[in-house]
């Protein structure tokens, strides 16, 4: 049965944007004329209240968004806009932000709708909603209670709550921890998508095609992770077991773009065991642990060659 958040002291946690209890707020969509009718009607969504979803996919290796390039969307930049009789300011650039303060979710009810910017929700996929960032913005938003991180994309406005500070999605809730309990302490930080990319050797290119005989991406000899100099033998750190190698794939990709560092897939017995190495148990595996800890896998532990 869908759990529909109607309980007041739930709904008070869990609705995130929509928190209050009252419609989604028309204002900070101005690319729909219509949406103030139809929000100040509460026909506009198909739920009165935020619900968890029905029979979600597993959402524990949905990738972080990848920041990159883009320009100011044309809808939900309005500076400054009112929301219930409050007026808020945008953002003209998002560069040095960084705030703590407490992250709500939200779900079910505004899943396929259309977000501030004109986009359309999809509650699976790593975004936020925050009042002042400019839309697109990316941010890394960090749990101070677990230590569990998501980068996400700002796309939407809210919450409309002084006590919060940024509305995730379903699966950035999920990694973080924040589902059951429906808000966490959180820091945001944006990210310097400039910055990013320079770290990272330029543009971000389309993900790499699997080649069916060797289970590595096509054109593997060629990449900078073979030449990289590591050391031949060495420990590694294990990150997670997945029954699913879909699964490992997509979270060994999404590592080796975090952190820099060769990670591999040792598959047997159905499960698929996620490696960051080898690392020189002298001096790697400290470093490499803090940086799995800041992206999210504060659980690794050291494994050697042989596991």
Not at 86 to 100: C, L, P, T
Not at 115 to 128: F, L, P, R, V
Not at 185 to 214: K, N, Q, Y
Request: some cysteine.
């Amino acid at each position: 049965m869908r759990r529909v958040l109607v309980i007041l002291s739930l709904a008070s946690l869990l609705a995130g944007c929509a928190g209050s209890g009252g419609p989604r707020p028309a204002s900070v969509e101005p690319a729909d004329s219509n949406a103030s009718a139809s929000t100040q009607g509460g026909e506009r969504y198909a739920l009165a209240g935020d619900a968890y979803p029905e029979d979600p996919p597993d959402v524990a290796q949905v990738p972080d968004a990848v920041p990159q390039r883009e320009p100011r969307s044309r809808g939900g930049n309005k500076s400054p806009y009112e929301v219930w009789g409050k007026r808020y300011e945008v953002m003209a650039d998002a560069s040095g932000y960084r705030r703590e303060g407490r992250a709500s979710w939200y779900g079910e009810k505004f899943h396929g709708y259309a977000t501030s910017n004109g986009e359309i929700y999809d509650m699976y996929k790593m975004s936020a909603a925050h009042r002042s960032l400019p839309l697109p913005s990316f941010v890394r938003v960090t749990s101070l209670d677990n230590g569990r991180s998501a980068i996400v994309r700002v796309n939407d406005r809210g919450p409309f709550h002084s006590e919060r500070e940024i509305d995730l999605s379903y699966a950035a809730a999920a990694r973080l921890g924040i589902l059951e309990q429906g808000t966490g302490r959180v820091r945001v930080e944006a990210i310097d998508v400039e910055r990013w990319l320079a770290r990272r050797g330029g543009d971000p290119e389309p993900a790499p095609t699997e080649d069916a005989a060797t289970s590595r991406p096509a054109g593997a000899s060629d990449a900078p992770r073979v030449a990289r100099q590591e050391p031949a033998d060495g420990v590694f750190l294990q990150v997670a077991a997945l029954g699913s190698e879909e699964g490992a794939r997509a979270l060994q990709a999404r590592l080796e773009a975090e952190i820099a560092r060769p990670v591999r897939v040792a598959s047997a017995t159905g499960l698929h065991r996620v490696q960051v190495g080898p690392l020189d148990p002298s001096g790697q595996v400290a470093p490499v642990r803090e940086a799995l800890r800041r992206a999210g896998f504060a659980q690794a532990f050291i494994v050697d060659d042989a596991d």
